[in-house]
């Protein structure tokens, strides 16, 4: 039981994928905007990656090894393919407004990363738990970073006002204000977690 | 003319595919400690992004649109960018090896960046022309390849200083980037045609 809720946590702190592993931050930098935004992107990309780990992880006998990126390629644009039509049908709205960045999952490093690194060697249930802790990690991490761009620029968080608009600096929901949020959370996030090591 | 102008200009300027647009970011902070790598990079996403788009183009547009296939688009075009990028690196291999030499380690991250396949479904739900698709994929390119050569100018620069320990490599890079994309929108608002 322990080791099933280190696999689970391991995707939240020591191998976050945004702060720690560094993946996937083109739609980190390009979803945030607001953390309603960050959220959807992170739970999106959360379905895939669990479906797409319990699958990889039941055909990885079957699959010869010389072809196993393309095959595990095919199954990440199969799952991208069904959310991106269920989106559509949904909520289009959001699936406007994620725009391009819903197909880009295919080639999201972290759903090949970790297809790669553990649905191919672990079982369908670890798998499974990895999808959802390193789903959960990236969500948190996008939550977080769209929490921080839209409180700074709007004065906002989850549209909920907390201090009037025009105090607030728009450069941090354009696009600078991207890179340079996700910079300091990235710095705050080392400098914490070499405090408890 | 004057579209294909607005069309370059816009993409190389207004709408940086790094600093507007968000893709392509992961070879943007991988491969951009070193000047050389970093236009090797570049000029490695160039021809795949031109190949790739003109390629993918012609299949919505002869194969997957008159038979009711848009649905398949992701599967279809991230398959075609894997074969296209395997292709050539066995072509350059054998008729160019200077070039796969210079080319040859960039080849197979392309794949996965988010860049070319970005483009090519950009293209698609523009609505471009075959003509307008190239000249939008080439001009993408090489804004992406202005962006990641000034940045890595600036990385090696940035070798040298002495940073507070946390903020050491990625976080300052991309503080960066940030004051980079902050004069990337001074271009923005200009307007040709």
């Known amino acids: 039981m322990n080791d099933k809720l280190k696999i689970l946590f391991n995707g939240i702190i020591a191998e976050n994928p945004t702060f720690v592993l560094m993946l996937g931050m083109c739609p980190t930098l390009g979803t945030t905007g607001s953390a309603l935004n960050g959220m959807s992107m992170g739970l999106a990309t959360m379905a895939v990656l669990i479906c797409s780990n319990v699958v990889i992880s039941l055909i990885k006998n079957f699959v010869p090894s010389k072809v196993r990126i393309p095959a595990y390629i095919v199954v990440i644009a199969a799952f991208v393919s069904v959310l991106q039509l269920v989106m559509e049908a949904y909520v289009p709205s959001l699936y406007a407004t994620l725009g391009i960045f819903i197909p880009l999952i295919v080639v999201n490093c972290i759903v090949l990363g970790r297809a790669e690194a553990f649905a191919s060697r672990h079982g369908v249930l670890d798998s499974c738990l990895d999808g959802i802790g390193i789903g959960l990690g990236f969500t948190i991490a996008l939550t977080l970073l769209g929490a921080v761009r839209e409180f700074l620029g709007t004065g906002k968080i989850f549209d909920l006002t907390i201090y009037p608009e025009q105090f607030g600096s728009l450069v941090f929901v354009l696009a600078p204000g991207a890179f340079i949020a996700l910079g300091l959370l990235i710095a705050l996030f080392s400098k914490l977690r070499a405090k408890s090591c | ?193």
């Open chain 2, 1 to 193: 003319m004057l579209e294909y102008i607005s069309i370059i200009i816009t993409a190389i300027f207004v709408n940086n595919i790094v600093f507007a647009q968000f893709l392509g970011i992961c070879p943007f902070i991988g491969v951009s400690r070193k000047l050389s790598s970093a236009v090797g990079m570049g000029a490695a996403v160039t021809f795949v992004m031109l190949l790739a788009t003109a390629i993918t183009w012609l299949l919505q547009d002869l194969v997957l649109t008159p038979f009711g296939l848009g649905f398949m688009q992701t599967i279809v075009f991230i398959l075609v960018i894997a074969a296209l990028v395997q292709m050539l690196e066995i072509i350059l291999k054998k008729i160019a090896p200077v070039l796969y030499s210079a080319l040859g380690v960039f080849l197979p991250l392309i794949t996965t960046n988010c860049a070319v396949l970005g483009v090519a479904i950009t293209v698609v739900q523009k609505g471009m022309n075959l003509g307008e698709s190239i000249v939008y994929a080439f001009a993408t390119a090489v804004g992406f390849t202005m962006a990641i050569a000034i940045f890595a100018g600036i990385r090696e620069q940035l070798a040298w200083t002495s940073v507070p320990k946390a903020m050491r490599g990625v976080p300052i890079a991309m503080i960066c980037a940030g004051l980079l994309a902050m004069a990337f929108m001074g271009f923005s608002g200009i307007k040709i045609g």
